[in-house]
């Protein structure tokens, strides 16, 4: 597939009010369950069917993963895991798919595309990576990045987080997005080429700085407090689950021991001994039975982890609007406050203290020329601050309005996914629960042979 | 006595009891009473019926007692033997309410003995008498005492070994009460011991304590006999088949006693994973109070976890209470087993040593003295009623093993059960909304 050609033109705004029209802007498709927003695609329609190959259903898949070495940014010898991205179009008529891209690509570079993603799209939930160490880790796994149970974990939480993105109506537009599945060289350079590390507003990255909103969105400063509860919970759950995985695996691995020692007594039995055998045999089953188990719990835990740090995207986008508003009420402030002092020059009434007023008092009155010299420029900046506050309002009230659209489709995604996951963690459990039943049940027989 | 029936004597099959809940009752013995466990008539007959001056095996009886020699009661008894489901069982006896009694000096339990018994030896056909421990105690050493030829079933530990517990706990009697119960039924359940004159006055003697002060020493003519074997005598070799019976009861009480400690071990484990649970449950619903659609949900999954945590709890709880007792009392049973053995082996030491006196002096006409014969009897009763012993234990043991694993099983399957439960009901709760949409 060609490059497409690049967009110097991008405009870096604080919130992007559209989707980007460009007829090269990325994918546009329909992928995956949610469909792309109706009323997103206006723009992009027309594009779309210049080109037929936009409507295609596209696949994308993190199918490998390998352990590379290579020199890093200060020239010394590295080892790292790269991840084969491919991506397939799918013909709607037969369903069959073709490869149209595949590249490789280190978790490094999945970061560089999401900090991109969270600079350019402030008002939208982005879609969290999946941990960059095994946090919350239950003893037996380990807790070392190159662990193969560890990486094979990441890949799929690669491929989930390039999936949501996918499936987002406004993200799946993204060029940078789009060249990320489609450019393997030079990607690193386009994206910085952008310059969005220097747009990017570090008061965000200061996350216990408080600024002093007088007039927050109520419904922002409700939802920060809940994805900081929810972070909290979900810590505290996996922390706790962990544990019980733990005291659980011990459970079943203690039964092991029966195993031998059924076995060693039976030798002396004339005829208990084969019911006791066998029953050993169930018990070294039984212990065994516990391995599978928590593999599949760790899915589990993996898409809480998913929503851990969702909660901590959901609160970007909340202080992203009290920092706009932030900015918001300074800009008023300071434009009352210049007003304030054209006022007072116009009339000559001081009515608050002022150094200017002082340094009258003392070395006696300005000139007229001077004032009115004074005068003009504060109106030009009363003039400015006006214009500025107007576009101010006019950008938070359009962020508040697409943000809370982005929140609401969040919304319903998390309750969909979190109570699907709270299912297929009842089906595990009933899973157990039946196994164990078998075990025991067949170690019953085997006693009652004795 | 003269013509003696071509039967064997009754051996303890495990007869279920129609009238009491036996704590450790499984389904009625699929085997046959008189099967292969039986031992062979002719050893019995002998001891019970070949001695001339015979002082019947249960011990010597007061004036005034009828022998269960006679012919009624002798039938009763040999008809048992036959009943696979009991029914001519003449003799119960359960143990049950347990009391706490306070008095100045201290503070005890007492437990009801009630005995129900067609026998001729019980007065009445119908007793409940009041005993604690130390009669418990005081009775086994007296069966010890009185037929040290037989194995005397154990009784469950004097004191309690890991000191934390509290011997008033509703727990600790309540397994203490099983032990005893398990103790006399066994007791109960021997065509000898049941017939012991100890065991028969701590069943119905209203005043225990003074009996006990009477000191009666009941011996039966083994018991006499018993007593006065020299220590001093060491056997060469144990015969091949009491050999094999020693090592069998040392591989046995050491498995056990691994087995013990495997089950304390999964205990702990359990009783560890159970704390975590508990915490784990509630952080569902604290996360429930932040949601709206997902508050039901989580609220349900902790509610799940709640009783999955209850069900552990009554799992580990049943074990403690049932499984282990039952493990340590087996234990403490080969123990006693092997001192019985070791008694065994000194009679014969004895009988061996002075038959070789005999054979050393070179008489012209070496005739057995009468003593050295007395110690050949001695010993081959004693091997006698220590194999028949044996045999009934091999078989009582089976069936108590079958039962307490099959038991063990079973909770564990319960356990899961009630956990299945609790989720799945919890399926259509949390898919319920979903399909509403």
Redesign the interface.
């Known amino acids: 597939m060609e490059q497409a050609p690049r967009d110097p033109e991008r405009q870096l705004q604080p919130a992007p009010l559209e989707p980007l029209g460009c007829p090269d802007a990325g994918l546009g498709a329909a992928i995956g369950k949610e469909a792309a927003g109706a009323g997103e695609e206006d723009s992009g329609v027309d594009t779309m069917t210049h080109n037929n190959f936009w409507l295609k259903k596209i696949e994308i898949s993190v199918s490998e993963a390998e352990k590379r070495t290579g020199r890093n940014a200060m020239n010394m010898q590295e080892t790292y895991t790269a991840y084969l991205i491919e991506t397939r179009s799918v013909e709607h008529t037969d369903g069959q798919s073709v490869l149209t891209d595949s590249l490789w690509r280190r978790y490094s570079e999945f970061e560089l595309l999401r900090n991109y993603l969270l600079v350019y799209y402030p008002h939208i939930v982005v879609p969290p990576l999946p941990e960059k160490r095994a946090e919350f880790v239950w003893h037996k796994l380990s807790a070392d990045n190159m662990d193969p149970d560890f990486v094979e974990r990441r890949r799929i939480g690669l491929e989930n987080f390039l999936l949501r993105i996918a499936s987002h109506p406004i993200l799946c537009r993204d060029k940078i997005f789009y060249l990320f599945l489609t450019q393997e060289g030079n990607w690193k350079e386009t994206v910085n080429e952008t310059g969005f590390q220097l747009k990017a507003d570090s008061r965000l990255k200061a996350l216990n700085a408080t600024f002093r909103v007088k007039n927050p969105d109520k419904r922002f400063t409700d939802l920060k407090h ?1 994805s900081d ?2 972070q909290s ?2 810590s ?2 996996l922390r ?2 962990a ?2 995985a ?3 695996y ?2 079943y691995k ?2 092991g ?2 195993g031998r ?1 059924f076995s ?2 039976s030798a ?1 039995e004339k ?2 001994g084969d ?1 006791l055998q066998s ?1 050993g045999h169930h018990m070294d089953v039984y212990a065994s039975s516990i391995d599978d188990i928590l593999e599949d719990e760790e899915h589990y835990a993996d898409q809480l982890k998913e929503y851990l740090f969702y909660a901590e995207a959901l609160r970007a986008v909340c202080r992203k609007h009290e920092l706009m508003q932030y900015d918001l009420e300074m800009a008023a402030q300071d434009l009352a406050s210049k007003k304030q002092q054209c006022e007072e020059l116009a009339t000559g009434t001081v009515r608050t203290f002022s150094l200017k007023g002082m340094t009258t008092k003392l070395f006696g009155q300005e000139t007229p020329e001077q004032r009115e010299a004074r005068i003009k420029v504060l109106e030009e900046q009363i003039n400015e601050g006006e214009q500025q506050l107007k576009s101010k309002n006019l950008e938070g009230r359009e962020f508040v309005k697409n943000a809370w659209a982005d929140i609401e489709r969040f919304k319903e995604q998390k ?2 996914d ?2 699907e996951a ?2 297929s ?3 595990m ?2 899973s157990m ?2 196994k ?2 078998q075990v ?2 067949n ?2 027989e085997c ?2 042979k ?1 | 006595m003269a013509g003696g029936p071509p039967k064997a004597l009754p051996s303890t099959g495990p007869h279920s009891l129609r009238d009491m809940p036996h704590p450790l009752a499984g389904s009625s013995s699929e085997e046959a009473v008189g099967g292969d466990s039986t031992p062979s008539p002719d050893l019995l007959m002998a001891r019970s019926f070949g001695d001339k001056d015979l002082i019947l095996p249960n011990g010597g009886t007061p004036a005034g007692t009828s022998s269960p020699a006679s012919s009624s009661s002798l039938l009763n008894r040999l008809q048992l033997d036959d009943d696979i489901d009991g029914e001519t069982r003449d003799l119960f006896v359960i143990v049950d309410d347990p009391k706490k009694h306070v008095c100045t000096m201290e503070t005890y339990i007492t437990y009801r003995i009630t005995t129900k018994s067609t026998r001729v030896e019980f007065d009445l056909p119908e007793y409940s008498v009041r005993r604690r421990y130390q009669d418990f105690d005081w009775l086994r050493s007296k069966l010890e005492e009185s037929q040290p030829t037989h194995l005397i079933p154990p009784l469950p530990e004097k004191f309690v070994v890991k000191g934390v517990v509290d011997r008033f706990s509703e727990e600790f009697v309540e397994t203490r009460r099983k032990a005893l119960d398990k103790f006399l039924k066994r007791i109960t359940d021997h065509p000898v011991l049941s017939f012991n004159e100890h065991f028969n006055v701590f069943l119905t003697a209203k005043d225990l304590n003074a009996y006990k002060k009477q000191g009666i020493a009941l011996l039966t003519r083994m018991g006499e006999s018993v007593k006065h074997v020299t220590g001093g005598y060491k056997l060469r070799t144990r015969p091949l088949e009491f050999a094999a019976i020693g090592d069998y009861l040392d591989t046995f009480a050491l498995k056990l006693g691994t087995i013990d400690r495997i089950a304390q071990r999964i205990i702990k484990e359990e009783i560890e994973y159970l704390v975590e649970l508990r915490e784990y449950g509630p952080v569902y619903s604290t996360w429930s109070a932040l949601e709206g659609e997902l508050a039901e949900p989580l609220e349900g999954v902790s509610a799940c976890i709640g009783n999955c945590s209850t069900a552990l709890e009554e799992l580990t709880d049943d074990m403690t209470e049932d499984f282990l007792p039952v493990l340590r009392e087996y234990i403490l049973y080969s123990d006693s087993m092997k001192s019985v053995l070791k008694k065994r082996d000194q009679v014969q030491a004895e009988y061996e040593a002075k038959l070789e006196a005999v054979a050393l002096r070179k008489e012209d006409r070496p005739k057995v003295p009468a003593d050295v014969e007395k110690c050949q009897d001695r010993m081959e009763c004693f091997n006698a009623d220590l194999k028949a012993d044996m045999e009934r234990w091999q078989n009582n043991k089976r069936q108590d093993f079958r039962q307490l694993l099959m038991g063990m099983a079973d909770k564990n399957i319960q356990y899961y059960e009630k956990c299945l439960m609790a989720w799945e009901s919890i399926i259509p709760l949390l898919q319920e909304k979903q399909e509403a949409k």
Do not use: P
């Open positions: 809940y509860e929810l919970v979900i505290h759950l706790v689950r544990r019980v733990d005291r659980l011990g459970v203690v039964h021991n029966y020692v060693e007594w002396i005829e208990m019911g029953a309750n969909r979190l109570k709270l299912i963690y009842a089906v459990q009933i629960c039946k164990g039943i025991w049940t170690a019953k006693f009652s004795m």
